[in-house]
């Protein structure tokens, strides 16, 4: 649970920094919130399937049609989620980019903070 909880936390600050990116428009930070639960959700559950229909074109494209996925379920997320906008091809291509990579390494610097808890019971 506490996991979820600073990957969402990590997702929510990743976008607020890909707000900078032109075309992407977020609100607020509960809308920044609330658009991480749902790229997790889209990304779970939408992006799969895109994927293998989309097989063919990522094979002849060497993967690049991957960029294009991963900015519809972007563009998907933006659509679902009032306070979070996304305009135009550069906005669509480049911030799930930028997103993916401040994502990283925010989720690494929450799982170095991280406490170690390791409860042992004797028996």
Request: glycine share 6%.
């Amino acid at each position: 649970m506490i996991g979820f909880f600073f990957t969402t936390l990590a997702t929510a600050l990743s976008l607020l920094i890909v707000d900078f990116v032109p075309g992407v428009n977020i609100a607020t930070f509960p809308a920044a919130l609330t658009a991480a639960i749902a790229i997790g959700v889209i990304n779970s559950s939408v992006r799969p399937v895109l994927s293998v229909l989309s097989l063919p074109l990522n094979v002849l494209t060497l993967g690049s049609f991957s960029l294009v996925v991963n900015g519809i379920c972007f563009w998907l997320a933006a659509v679902l989620v009032p306070g979070f906008s996304v305009h135009g091809l550069l906005a669509i291509i480049l911030g799930p980019v930028i997103l993916s990579l401040v994502n990283t390494f925010l989720s690494r610097y929450f799982a170095e903070r991280q406490p170690n808890v390791n409860i042992k019971t004797e028996v």
